[in-house]
């Protein structure tokens, strides 16, 4: 074999650039350096290190490292309300010239008149009324639109950022190591599928297609001879609670081994995934920092932990105290 | 910097393999062997090339290059009945001794006289009762194991093989192919979800999370403290015909911009697919075989082909003539 001199020097030098990149990602450098070191940060390096060694007794393979998260509260902030219920009153209000009825309608009424009080107390049924008449009768794409030219508006009540700047650091850095150990990483949400798809992959890393949510049904028309999907004012799916599981059977179509969450709605996909044979890992993130975010568990609204906060000890479930666990909450701001 | 001289030559030796086997894959042999040179080939290369020039005004980027196939009829043999219909229909022989009514009960009295005519009279009806019948009452891992053990079992009855080697070799190409050209390779078919998932990634390297199809509904259930998915004998979701633009959206979030079918189930995924914005590919493999495969179109109980045929000219889809495009049909023998 001949080659070139030039040519099997720049190769080599080539060669080692690339070794030693690797070299300094994965073996040097701190993959987490946003979680303290302690318990829950030694927890998930353990866990990562047992499934990723090849002579190892709990060796998993790639194709079966499939980890799961929860999105409001364990991946983006949840507080003082839910991004997508802020986004469904926002809408509320921007269609309201449209619909002259609503001032006289609850909840509408009360989303116009400010009055959370009442839309609280309209429940889940109340909310489901809000989704279908501000999240339906438009194209998926066209559904796109709407979520990414409010995403590009809105700003957090408290954090005065865009919400999708306030994903956790921490966690942002636990799916990069994730995927960099061969995991597939995928959110199951309780939230809509198609409210976060377009921005998962930008935000998380996370690809439109590994993202599992509820869903309001969607049809298929011909309008004109131009096919199309219309958005219908019907719940489909449920991905809470006991839905939970199904919509990863449904979706993913293998038990995870690593699930991640924040409340009770997560308590089914964490009993589940850990229940698996061999190796699992399950993990709760306990908002315990009021001062750089927000202390709650028990008693809240949105995201409460309860059960699955009783059950964690007895499960071999990682408990993730917030204050004390991570160096940071959000993202660094970028350079001005 | 410094480098022990063997270290060098070792790593210039690897990184000139590497490349070697980067342009013999890529840029010299042909990714498409058992395809004849014709209108179909050169359509595919055409469409693949035009999407993945970085320069050029046709440009996807990787992220967007989302290729969908239906299975039956597309990827792999569909005659002379469904393949999960002879699974069906093998169950309920297996299954009878437990259900001695099935005796006396259409269409379980059919499949067990054999009386194909009478089966066939029952219809969609007929044949989802005995889906519930024997797709039901387990969970997803135990109809795994069933699904598996029946397939490496049961054998074609003329072609005398597993039905996982009559996977057609062009398609197989056509899939690595794609991937190869940075394209994610979902399956989009009519047949149940779970009954392809066991197998798609062996024999078409396509993972359970890519693959989308009709399924019954599961629901989750604490046993005895042992939290389980149990299949339930209730219809959950019809992915064909318009259901399969649906089933794209829920399942992949995206509209891809290359799909391959063979009948007139594949017609709405066909329509959709490239009246989308930008470069788009639309195939039809029609059956004109009769001697390596099959030969059929309009007329037939399992994969019919009538109107999509027609509209195949004036929609630029492109159409496979089997016998004369295809330099083989199934992959060579396994050395013995």
Not at 14 to 27: E, L, T
Not at 245 to 256: F, K, T, W, Y
Not at 303 to 310: E, I, P, T
């Amino acid at each position: 074999m001949w080659f070139p001199v030039g040519f099997t020097t720049r190769i080599a030098a080539m060669a080692f650039i690339a070794i030693f990149a690797a070299s300094s990602a994965f073996g040097q450098q701190d993959p987490l350096p946003s979680w303290n070191d302690g318990a829950a940060k030694q927890a998930i390096e353990g866990f990562v290190e047992k499934v990723t060694e090849e002579e190892g007794p709990d060796y998993v393979a790639p194709d079966n490292r499939i980890a799961v998260f929860d999105n409001d509260g364990t991946l983006w902030v949840e507080h003082p309300a839910y991004t997508q219920l802020v986004f469904a009153i926002d809408r509320v209000k921007a269609l309201a010239p449209e619909h002259p009825e609503w001032k006289d309608k609850q909840p509408f009424k009360a989303v116009l008149e400010g009055d959370m009080k009442t839309l609280a107390a309209s429940g889940q049924k109340g909310i489901a009324e809000l989704v279908m008449a501000t999240h339906a009768g438009m194209t998926p794409a066209e559904f796109e639109t709407i979520v990414e030219d409010w995403l590009a508006e809105a700003k957090h009540p408290r954090f005065k950022k865009p919400y999708t700047e306030l994903a956790y650091q921490p966690m942002l850095e636990l799916l990069s190591y994730l995927r960099d150990n061969g995991f597939k990483t995928f959110i199951v949400s309780g939230g809509g599928i198609e409210f976060m798809r377009p921005w998962t992959d930008r935000v998380y890393g996370i690809p439109p297609d590994q993202v599992v949510g509820s869903s309001i049904k969607t049809e298929f028309q011909d309008k004109d001879g131009d096919p199309e999907l219309m958005r219908m004012p019907a719940m489909n799916f449920i991905d809470d609670g006991p839905g939970k599981p199904v919509g990863i059977n449904q979706h993913i179509g293998q038990r995870p081994i690593a699930a991640f969450g924040n409340s009770d709605g997560d308590l089914q996909m964490l009993e589940w995934t850990t229940a698996g044979d061999g190796p699992r890992f399950g993990m709760i993130v306990h908002h315990t920092d009021a001062k750089r975010e927000y202390a709650y568990d028990r008693d809240t609204k949105f995201g409460r932990l309860d059960k699955a906060l009783d059950m964690a000890p007895e499960e071999g479930w990682t408990v993730v105290d917030m204050k004390n666990d991570w160096k940071q909450i959000f993202p660094p701001e970028p350079a001005p």
